[in-house]
């Protein structure tokens, strides 16, 4: 306000100077009789021009009252401009941090159908939008609506006519801007949506370039990125040509309002209704007013982007916190690893059909549970519904007595681990992605060095150049898939859990090392409730217990020998993966046989 309140004065020290310091006073004329009451340089500003008495000294106390001016106007420009940055990069760090703590406590529902690129850009680019809206355009709003009162102010104590006069094209500029404003919104929304999968692509493309290295499918991906990227391009390209419409259209009514001023103001300066200092101030003031509501296009473009930004930034806000919603006593028992499902159904919002139907089952304390089926029996979401990733539709799961959704869900996370079949690992040391999960501030190697060795995997750490301290790459690609799992194993061991899943985290070890690695757990402690998660005869059958899933419902149920010789789905698997392993073992032998008699 103090800045845009003392730009107007400006114009009337031009007045002044003009008027009263370098005109030519005689003959006096209408206009010079209404002078003294016309003049609308402040008081105090007069008082101590007219110290001099001579023109020329007037004039130099002039200047240099005009430069002290200045000087007070720069001061106050800096600290505007220092605070405008301040402000805006707060509204932005705050805005970032509660949005990035939002997307951390959104379900995993959500995040199995939300876009990574997608929410990479909100929570960056739609961000910095608002930050630029907040920081530059925001103040230049403010700025406009009190450079045009002040100016409004001035130019009415100068001449009311005149004043009038000056303002007619201002209805149809703030007309011209909101139909603008209104025709290109739904531009800013395409091209946001645009950017936002070309980021998607890019993001997917990086993530999975060992695939696409592998398939030599660099072709599609760049012609894919290429259509993404060409229709965000076109999306802009429509906002630059609305832009130079509205630019050019704008500059045509203000300078046909710049003319329409000054052939005014030459009439009533001719006719001695208006001092030439007057008539100098006016054209000051109407540059004033009109050009900083020209920049109104600037502000409406930006003002767009940002409320389109703004608008993808809540849609990810108004989605539920899953912690948000549950009730104030949600309990804390003590885990100790008896579970209980008893009929427990789950459905999809979006399927048809259940996933899981009626299923029953109790595991006491220090059993080993082993689940098959095939795919899409529902063996993950069982285990999904454990951990409390999903929560199930029906029936009842009970941990140590407890109902699963009574216990808070941060609780049973901390207390229930899960081992997935493709593992994520941080782009950080082997050591450090061991020891994340740890409660501890500090993990002791000794610790470390332990978990590894259960998982079978120190071996593997040792042989590395840089052993513990050798950095995983981005989400572990230096690392083969195996392991990459038995890091994953050890990175939850360190926890020391009472109940561990392992959602055929064991895959892509060899037979021997999954052997080793149960009996490493089972050493470990007798108490450590296990679920193993498996498509493998061989790690299944030495679990205490078989869970045979089929089409969501548990079709068997019984120890290893039971199922052989009692099942019908478990004894074909059973056949099947023995046929399939002993001819790869009478294949190898035969091998073997062969090369030993060429030696």
Do not use: C
């Given at each position: 306000?103090?800045?845009?309140?003392?730009?107007?004065?400006?114009?009337?020290?031009?007045?002044?100077?003009?008027?009263?310091?370098?005109?030519?006073?005689?003959?006096?004329?209408?206009?010079?009789?209404?002078?003294?009451?016309?003049?609308?340089?402040?008081?105090?500003?007069?008082?101590?021009?007219?110290?001099?008495?001579?023109?020329?000294?007037?004039?130099?106390?002039?200047?240099?009252?005009?430069?002290?001016?200045?000087?007070?106007?720069?001061?106050?420009?800096?600290?505007?401009?220092?605070?405008?940055?301040?402000?805006?990069?707060?509204?932005?760090?705050?805005?970032?941090?509660?949005?990035?703590?939002?997307?951390?406590?959104?379900?995993?529902?959500?995040?199995?159908?939300?876009?990574?690129?997608?929410?990479?850009?909100?929570?960056?680019?739609?961000?910095?939008?608002?930050?630029?809206?907040?920081?530059?355009?925001?103040?230049?709003?403010?700025?406009?609506?009190?450079?045009?009162?002040?100016?409004?102010?001035?130019?009415?104590?100068?001449?009311?006519?005149?004043?009038?006069?000056?303002?007619?094209?201002?209805?149809?500029?703030?007309?011209?801007?909101?139909?603008?404003?209104?025709?290109?919104?739904?531009?800013?929304?395409?091209?946001?949506?645009?950017?936002?999968?070309?980021?998607?692509?890019?993001?997917?493309?990086?993530?999975?370039?060992?695939?696409?290295?592998?398939?030599?499918?660099?072709?599609?991906?760049?012609?894919?990125?290429?259509?993404?990227?060409?229709?965000?391009?076109?999306?802009?390209?429509?906002?630059?040509?609305?832009?130079?419409?509205?630019?050019?259209?704008?500059?045509?009514?203000?300078?046909?309002?710049?003319?329409?001023?000054?052939?005014?103001?030459?009439?009533?300066?001719?006719?001695?209704?208006?001092?030439?200092?007057?008539?100098?101030?006016?054209?000051?003031?109407?540059?004033?007013?009109?050009?900083?509501?020209?920049?109104?296009?600037?502000?409406?473009?930006?003002?767009?982007?940002?409320?389109?930004?703004?608008?993808?930034?809540?849609?990810?806000?108004?989605?539920?916190?899953?912690?948000?919603?549950?009730?104030?006593?949600?309990?804390?028992?003590?885990?100790?690893?008896?579970?209980?499902?008893?009929?427990?159904?789950?459905?999809?919002?979006?399927?048809?059909?259940?996933?899981?139907?009626?299923?029953?089952?109790k595991i006491n304390q220090g059993e080993t549970i082993a689940v098959i089926g095939?795919?899409?029996?529902?063996?993950?979401?069982?285990?999904?519904?454990?951990?409390?990733?999903?929560?199930?539709?029906?029936?009842?799961?009970?941990?140590?007595?407890?109902?699963?959704?009574?216990?808070?869900?941060?609780?049973?996370?901390?207390?229930?681990?899960?081992?997935?079949?493709?593992?994520?690992?941080?782009?950080?040391?082997?050591?450090?992605?061991?020891?994340?999960?740890?409660?501890?501030?500090?993990?002791?190697?000794?610790?470390?060095?332990?978990?590894?060795?259960?998982?079978?995997?120190?071996?593997?750490?040792?042989?590395?150049?840089?052993?513990?301290?050798?950095?995983?790459?981005?989400?572990?690609?230096?690392?083969?898939?195996?392991?990459?799992?038995?890091?994953?194993?050890?990175?939850?061991?360190?926890?020391?859990?009472?109940?561990?899943?392992?959602?055929?985290?064991?895959?892509?070890?060899?037979?021997?090392?999954?052997?080793?690695?149960?009996?490493?757990?089972?050493?470990?402690?007798?108490?450590?409730?296990?679920?193993?998660?498996?498509?493998?005869?061989?790690?299944?059958?030495?679990?205490?217990?078989?869970?045979?899933?089929?089409?969501?419902?548990?079709?068997?149920?019984?120890?290893?020998?039971?199922?052989?010789?009692?099942?019908?789905?478990?004894?074909?698997?059973?056949?099947?993966?023995?046929?399939?392993?002993?001819?790869?073992?009478?294949?190898?032998?035969?091998?073997?046989?062969?090369?030993?008699?060429?030696?």
């Amino acid at each position: 306000m103090f800045v845009t309140y003392t730009r107007t004065f400006i114009p009337l020290f031009y007045q002044y100077a003009i008027d009263k310091i370098l005109a030519d006073l005689k003959p006096e004329t209408k206009a010079d009789a209404i002078l003294d009451h016309e003049s609308s340089l402040p008081a105090l500003f007069k008082d101590f021009i007219n110290i001099g008495d001579s023109g020329l000294q007037k004039l130099l106390f002039l200047v240099i009252l005009l430069l002290i001016l200045q000087v007070i106007r720069a001061v106050f420009m800096f600290i505007r401009g220092r605070s405008n940055a301040v402000f805006s990069e707060s509204i932005a760090y705050k805005m970032r941090v509660k949005l990035y703590d939002h997307i951390q406590n959104l379900s995993y529902s959500y995040h199995t159908h939300a876009e990574t690129g997608d929410l990479i850009q909100r929570s960056t680019s739609d961000i910095d939008t608002v930050r630029r809206f907040v920081g530059m355009q925001l103040p230049e709003v403010f700025r406009i609506l009190f450079l045009f009162t002040f100016t409004l102010i001035q130019m009415l104590r100068i001449h009311v006519a005149m004043t009038f006069i000056s303002l007619i094209v201002v209805p149809f500029i703030f007309t011209f801007a909101y139909i603008f404003f209104k025709r290109i919104q739904s531009v800013f929304t395409e091209t946001e949506e645009s950017e936002g999968k070309m980021s998607t692509a890019l993001q997917e493309n990086l993530t999975g370039i060992r695939v696409v290295k592998a398939f030599a499918n660099e072709k599609h991906e760049i012609n894919k990125f290429d259509s993404l990227s060409r229709k965000y391009s076109d999306n802009i390209q429509r906002i630059i040509n609305s832009m130079a419409v509205y630019w050019s259209s704008s500059d045509l009514i203000i300078f046909f309002q710049i003319i329409t001023t000054i052939v005014a103001g030459a009439y009533f300066t001719i006719n001695g209704m208006l001092s030439l200092g007057n008539f100098v101030a006016f054209i000051s003031y109407i540059t004033f007013i009109l050009w900083p509501i020209r920049q109104l296009g600037r502000v409406i473009v930006d003002f767009g982007k940002s409320s389109v930004s703004l608008n993808r930034i809540e849609e990810v806000l108004s989605e539920e916190d899953e912690y948000e919603h549950e009730a104030n006593n949600m309990k804390t028992p003590d885990i100790r690893g008896k579970v209980e499902f008893r009929n427990v159904s789950f459905q999809f919002d979006d399927a048809n059909e259940p996933t899981l139907k009626n299923v029953s089952f109790k595991i006491n304390q220090g059993e080993t549970i082993a689940v098959i089926g095939k795919t899409g029996s529902g063996k993950s979401t069982l285990a999904h519904l454990l951990v409390r990733l999903y929560d199930y539709t029906s029936g009842s799961i009970k941990i140590d007595g407890t109902e699963l959704r009574e216990i808070d869900k941060k609780w049973a996370r901390n207390h229930i681990g899960i081992i997935l079949q493709e593992p994520f690992l941080f782009s950080r040391s082997i050591f450090e992605n061991i020891g994340i999960l740890s409660d501890k501030d500090k993990m002791l190697e000794e610790e470390i060095y332990q978990a590894a060795q259960i998982a079978s995997v120190h071996n593997d750490i040792l042989d590395f150049e840089e052993g513990y301290k050798t950095l995983v790459g981005e989400r572990g690609v230096t690392l083969s898939g195996g392991q990459k799992q038995r890091v994953a194993i050890a990175r939850m061991l360190v926890k020391n859990i009472p109940i561990l899943i392992f959602d055929d985290s064991l895959s892509a070890v060899d037979t021997e090392t999954d052997l080793s690695i149960r009996n490493a757990l089972k050493q470990r402690s007798d108490d450590l409730t296990k679920i193993i998660i498996t498509h493998r005869i061989s790690t299944a059958m030495e679990a205490d217990r078989i869970i045979v899933l089929e089409d969501g419902e548990i079709a068997e149920m019984g120890s290893h020998d039971e199922l052989v010789n009692n099942s019908r789905i478990y004894k074909k698997i059973w056949e099947i993966q023995g046929s399939v392993q002993g001819d790869f073992n009478q294949s190898f032998s035969k091998e073997e046989g062969e090369d030993n008699d060429a030696k």
